[in-house]
């Protein structure tokens, strides 16, 4: 077949309707279908212009229809195309306003003329119509023409179809937008806004065909009426029009497979998952480079087929990252990525990406642990800074990838200059606060675990029988007062070492006593970190913080690599 896919290009809402072309929606096409939602983004979206210079409006296709006239039928975009050229049209029915009024008329009158000559069509003196450059569907082009274009209220708005309601709501929506806007009423400022700032700041993707039915296709294909375009979507369009230049049955094969991606995948993870599948066997792309670097390598159909096979077959994988209970886990492993996915990053994603994929199921889960450990260390109670250990996980997955790296130990020799010591661990561990109000889960994780550490047991986080005890309390009483100033309470609370671990019978029962009278609730405890480790006297900021530093010493055996030997 004949390659039907002409261009792709960049391109204002000015290049495109304001260059002499005609845009026509075709009989196929959905009718217009925007409401208050859509049209209060497009609007807030246009007022932040000034500040974000240009706002990206997603893409939109185009059917070549006549080379030599410039008509273009809108296999997508129609919705956004419609709404824009509405914005214009209220833009000119103020200054149709103000021509009445005679404010500023003779210069008013030739801004509307302008106006109307550049975004929506030319005038027939003849016919006192305009012609229009935007021809919308049978069931709204003659509403649009009738009334919008001509600035005619409909005899009974109540009766219109639906769609023609919408289209009328939105005139009346602009139109008021507009009216608020320019309380100074300066038809200069606003022939402005719509022929400068907002017409030259609203940025498309342009994806340009030529032959009839391969237009459908790529319609139905992308199937993202009016949705921006995220970088998944940019890769999308980019693997779809190299596969399309092959024939429409490798076109299918592609939107099976990227089908097949999306169901693992809420489209929101796409690109992660892209940038991290990218990550875990090439050198770190940030996101911003990641369409660029991978349209440089990946060039043909066959490329094309390579990159999704890859992805389809990781997806499930990646999917499963993020749902601890997901079957592909044993029970180690489900414990150690579910507090991976407490501590709120995804570093990791690349690296066990392809340890999982080339390690043995013993090796994949010895990493996981070691992962969690410097994760924890590094970034939960150190907050050191994620792109050096990314740097640093990319350099391991690379040589998992080709090979180099088969097992945990030789892993950890390339991690370690990313494990935090004791000392320094200990040291940040000491100090650190964690409020329960934000982070409440990572609280009890961290106290399961040294509870787990000191006494050898086995306690889940997710255990319900299990819950936080603030010594000082979150709310506490006027007797804590005699411990911790009232301006101060609120610092102390959330202190690591402020915390302990209770059965939640036993702390429904506590309240907000001071802690001499805690202390006999306390022993009743089964956890060793209540009824063996808080044999104080009272509970003050001094005890708090020396509570603290045990904990640490603690924490230092509880997050320790099977790499590093005891001192």
């Known amino acids: 077949m004949t390659n039907t896919l002409l261009n792709t290009g960049t391109a204002s809402f000015n290049d495109l309707i304001a260059n002499g072309k005609t845009f026509q929606v075709p009989l196929y096409q959905r009718d217009y279908s925007w409401d208050r939602d859509e049209w209060e983004d497009l609007w807030l979206d246009i007022l932040d212009l000034p500040v974000e210079k240009n706002h990206y409006m997603g893409y939109v296709v185009f059917q070549e229809q006549d080379t030599k006239s410039k008509f273009f039928l809108i296999i997508d975009g129609q919705q956004r195309f419609a709404t824009l050229s509405i914005l214009c049209l209220s833009a000119i029915r103020l200054l149709k306003e103000w021509v009445e009024n005679d404010i500023d008329k003779e210069q008013n009158e030739l801004r509307i003329e302008k106006l109307t000559e550049k ?21 709204n082009d003659d509403f649009y023409k009738s009334y919008l274009l001509a600035h005619r209220k409909p005899p009974a708005i109540s009766k219109l179809k639906p769609s023609q309601k919408k289209l009328w709501q939105a005139y009346e929506f602009f139109y008021m937008k507009i009216k608020e806007h320019f309380l100074t009423k300066s038809g200069e400022a606003l022939a402005k806004f719509i022929d400068e700032e907002t017409s030259n700041d609203l940025i498309f993707t342009t994806i340009i065909v030529s032959d009839d039915l391969n237009a459908y296709k790529v319609f139905e294909t992308l199937n993202a009426r009016g949705v921006k375009l995220s970088p998944a979507d940019l890769l999308k369009n980019y693997l779809f029009s190299k596969a399309f230049a092959s024939s429409t049955s490798d076109l299918e094969e592609t939107e099976r497979r990227w089908q097949s991606i999306n169901d693992f995948l809420s489209k929101n993870d796409l690109p992660t998952f892209i940038r991290h599948y990218w990550n875990s066997r090439n050198e770190l792309v940030r996101v911003s480079n990641l369409f660029r670097v991978i349209k440089n390598q990946i060039q043909s159909p066959q490329t094309v087929f390579c990159l999704l096979n890859e992805l389809e077959g990781l997806a499930s994988i990646y999917s499963a990252f993020e749902n601890p209970a997901d079957t592909m886990w044993n029970k180690e492993q489900r414990n150690l990525i579910r507090s991976l996915n407490l501590f709120g990053v995804s570093t990791w994603y690349s690296l066990m990406l392809i340890a999982k994929q080339k390690l043995s199921e013993q090796e994949f889960t010895k990493l996981l642990h070691e992962l969690n450990v410097i994760i924890f260390r590094y970034n939960v109670i150190s907050g050191l800074h994620a792109n050096e250990i990314e740097v640093i996980f990319n350099k391991l997955s690379l040589k998992i990838f080709n090979g180099d790296i088969s097992i945990a130990a030789q892993a950890f020799e390339q991690l370690k200059e990313v494990y935090v010591s004791d000392e320094n661990f200990a040291q940040a561990f000491s100090t650190k606060l964690i409020s329960t109000k934000i982070n409440k889960n990572l609280v009890k994780y961290i106290l399961v675990e040294l509870e787990n550490s000191i006494s050898g047991t086995q306690h889940q986080f997710e255990d319900a ?12 009483n006027s007797a804590w007062e005699t411990y911790f100033q009232a301006n101060e309470q609120e610092y102390y609370v959330y202190l690591l070492g402020n915390y302990t671990l209770l059965e939640e019978s036993i702390n429904k029962k506590i309240g907000d006593k001071v802690f001499s009278e805690k202390q006999q609730f306390y022993k009743k405890s089964t956890f060793k970190m209540s009824n063996g480790e808080l044999n104080y006297t009272e509970w003050t ?9 045990k904990m640490a010493r603690w924490a230092c055996n509880a997050w320790k690599s099977y790499y590093v030997q005891n001192k």
């Open 119 to 139: 975004f929506l069509g030319n005038f027939s003196t003849s016919k006192l119509t305009i012609s229009p450059k935007l021809i919308l569907n049978k069931n």
């Open 465 to 476: 029988t299990s819950t936080i005890e603030h010594i000082l309390p979150e709310n506490p």
């Open 541 to 549: 900021p001094v005890v708090l913080r020396n509570h603290q530093d």
